[in-house]
């Protein structure tokens, strides 16, 4: 007997955002201590296309909720990353599209997790 195992996206989006959210959290008293460490924002770019794989995947099988939750948060991250970038100014929108991206693919993991009982 054949078992298919396919790859499930939300786990990718929900280690990718969490690991994001971490990481924007943390950074910041990081660059405190005097280690010579800059904080990079191609580093927030890299999450974001991986988050951008994930919700892509996921949006074409998901409902509307939460297809709408993941489209507004991945666009405040891209939002908060552009930003960063152009005029160097950090945002709190990153946090907020890191907790909605977790929100909604933890909220679709569940909606397939009841699919499948």
Not at 30 to 50: E, K, Q, R, W, Y
Request: aromatic share 10%; glycine share 6%; hydrophobic share 50%.
């Amino acid at each position: 007997m054949k078992t298919k195992t396919t790859f499930n996206w939300d786990f990718l989006g929900i280690s990718s955002a969490t690991i994001c959210l971490i990481h924007c959290l943390v950074f910041p008293v990081l660059t405190i201590i005097p280690l010579g460490i800059s904080h990079n924002p191609l580093i927030d770019l890299l999450f974001a296309s991986v988050g951008f794989f994930a919700v892509i995947k996921i949006i074409k099988k998901s409902d509307l909720l939460i297809s709408s939750i993941l489209i507004l948060s991945l666009t405040l991250i891209i939002i908060s990353i552009l930003i960063e970038i152009i005029v160097d100014i950090h945002t709190y929108l990153i946090f907020i599209g890191g907790i909605g991206m977790i929100t909604g693919h933890y909220l679709n993991y569940r909606s397939h997790k009841k699919t499948q009982q």
